[in-house]
């Protein structure tokens, strides 16, 4: 067993039996071909948490290989075989609830309750996908002629590459693997080179779970050599499926090499939310609502609100109310801090991105209320930040901030409001607040994006249909709809039947 050098707070955890710093590569922990490491770092202090694996070209040969081999004896496998082993890992992440979410919280820097709550969310998703299984249903048509059966087969696609992002480090991976290894694909997951330790703990778990050799991989990969081992995965012509979560520039980068095989895609990428407040809306709660989408996970959420619409005949009130939430309910810190809701940004980079979608408002006329610089904490710390007087040529109105920054912009009718927030070229998620029952209907039905929270600031449940339009992204994961992203449909035409 290939053990990590421990940061002295997962030792104090306990989650150091999870602890993985080389590759699952058919059922074996690996190290690069080329001895390669890179540095694994704690976003709340700096301090280097491990060294991993950054795995070479013959790596990416090797894992394609094992993957390809173990489809074809895991897509025989019967439904309900696959859906138990798939459950198991499931029932497994909730037992090792705990000491996941330390790792979870050392290397990506979230509250420790928000990691349990992500881990908790990750197995609730990989118990549906196991449940799922057993209702892949193929279909018998009628037939065109008398002689003739039709039949429609659900198959599996094949190896699966699932690419992940590091906001929430289980759940993208247990939403994408829980659905490619119930569908009877196999997985190769390469997760972001900022929050490898969290992959390496599912993969340790996958392991427990029974999974055969090569059914469940994870590569890692290090920054400088993502592009190129990424590619030469894409390249393969035996991964047949690429699932992608991240940025919309990379989505589109890797949809273009997944052209060259022709592979099946699912992406999953970048948000620009909007948040309406309407005049009917009860304020109180729309403000409740809006620490809960703006601020979770310290902003960096693909559905987090980025624009914060306020009717004018409310807009005063909102922003007052707002303002003092945000003072009374959040509380910056490092993640295994009691009571602390707010987590430092990922890396220097975001946090230079916020200061200069701050200083880009301000400079054209916004306000800070609130916050407005980095926390005194310093290092990767940013005040929670409230500015009005938003206006639509500012920096955060085409572009995600991932930030702790909420921008309010005033606006005096719903047809405006709609306009300026379906102005975007993303279309992930849209909020509002309303107690007009035919405007409900109106936005619902206008705004341009996969998901509409209604009165309601948290969408995100293993029952519903995730994902985006324009350039958010293409496919579904979690509900009934994603299993079909792994799953390719034959048609069977029967003659001569007598
Ligand atoms: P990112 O695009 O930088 O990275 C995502 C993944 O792609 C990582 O595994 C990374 O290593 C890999 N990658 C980066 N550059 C690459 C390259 N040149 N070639 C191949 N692979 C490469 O995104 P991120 O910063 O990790 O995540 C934040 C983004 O993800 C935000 O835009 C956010 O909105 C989006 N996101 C979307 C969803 C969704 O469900 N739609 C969910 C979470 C995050």
Not at 7 to 13: D, G, K, M, P, V
Not at 312 to 334: I, N, Q, Y
Not at 394 to 412: D, H, I, L, N
């Amino acid at each position: 067993m290939s053990k990590v050098k421990l940061a002295e707070s997962l030792i104090t955890r306990s989650a150091s039996s999870l602890l993985r710093n080389k590759s699952y590569i058919g059922g074996q922990w690996v190290a690069s071909a080329n001895k390669q490491v890179y540095t694994v770092y704690n976003p709340a202090n700096g301090e280097a948490v491990a060294e991993v694996a950054d795995m070479a070209e013959e790596d990416v040969a090797q894992v394609v290989d094992s993957a390809h081999q173990s489809f074809h004896q895991w897509r025989k496998l019967s439904y309900k075989n696959r859906s138990g082993i798939v459950s198991r890992w499931g029932e497994l992440l909730l037992k090792n609830r705990d000491d996941l979410a330390a790792i979870v919280t050392t290397e990506q820097g979230k509250p420790l309750m928000d990691a349990k709550g992500e881990v908790t969310l990750a197995a609730t998703y990989i118990q549906w996908f196991a449940e799922e299984a057993k209702r892949i249903h193929g279909d018998v048509l009628p037939n065109h002629a008398d002689d003739h059966r039709l039949l429609v087969l659900k198959q599996p696609v094949g190896v699966a590459a699932l690419i992940t992002p590091w906001n929430f480090p289980v759940n993208m991976i247990a939403r994408k693997a829980g659905a490619a290894l119930a569908a009877g694909c196999t997985a190769i997951i390469k997760p972001s080179e900022y929050t490898p330790l969290s992959a390496l703990a599912l993969a340790d778990l996958a392991e427990e779970a029974g999974f055969p050799p090569g059914v469940f991989n994870v590569i890692t990969f290090g920054e400088r050599s993502t592009p190129h081992n990424v590619k030469l995965l894409l390249d393969n012509p035996l991964v047949r499926k690429l699932s992608f979560t991240g940025s919309t520039a990379i989505g589109k980068l890797l949809m273009e090499q997944c052209a060259r095989t022709c592979k099946r895609v699912s992406m999953e990428l970048g948000g620009n939310a909007s948040f309406i407040v309407f005049e009917s809306a009860d304020i109180d709660a729309a403000v409740k609502g809006c620490i809960d989408s703006k601020f979770r996970n310290t902003g960096q959420t693909c559905v987090c609100a980025n624009r914060i619409f306020v009717h004018d005949s409310v807009h005063d009130e909102f922003c007052a109310k707002l303002a003092a939430a945000m003072r009374t309910t959040l509380k910056v810190g490092p993640g295994f801090e009691e009571g602390v809701t707010q987590g430092p940004l990922i890396t220097e980079k975001a946090i230079a991105k916020v200061e200069r979608h701050v200083a880009d408002a301000v400079s054209r006329g916004a306000t800070v209320v609130t916050g407005g610089t980095k926390h005194p904490l310093g290092g990767q710390f940013f005040e929670p930040t409230l500015l009005t007087g938003a206006t639509v040529d500012m920096a955060f109105a085409s572009e995600e901030t991932f930030g702790p920054v909420a921008p309010v912009f005033r606006f005096k009718n719903e047809d405006e409001v709609v306009d300026i927030a379906n102005n975007t070229k993303v279309g992930l998620a849209g909020y509002f607040y309303s107690r007009d029952i035919c405007q409900i209907w109106r936005v619902a039905e206008a705004l341009e994006v996969g998901m509409v929270g209604v009165n309601s600031g948290l969408l995100t449940t293993e029952f519903a249909p995730f994902g985006g339009v324009k350039e958010s992204g293409l496919g579904r994961e979690g509900s009934r709809y994603a299993l079909e992203e792994f799953l390719n449909k034959k048609y069977v035409c029967m003659g001569g039947i007598n």
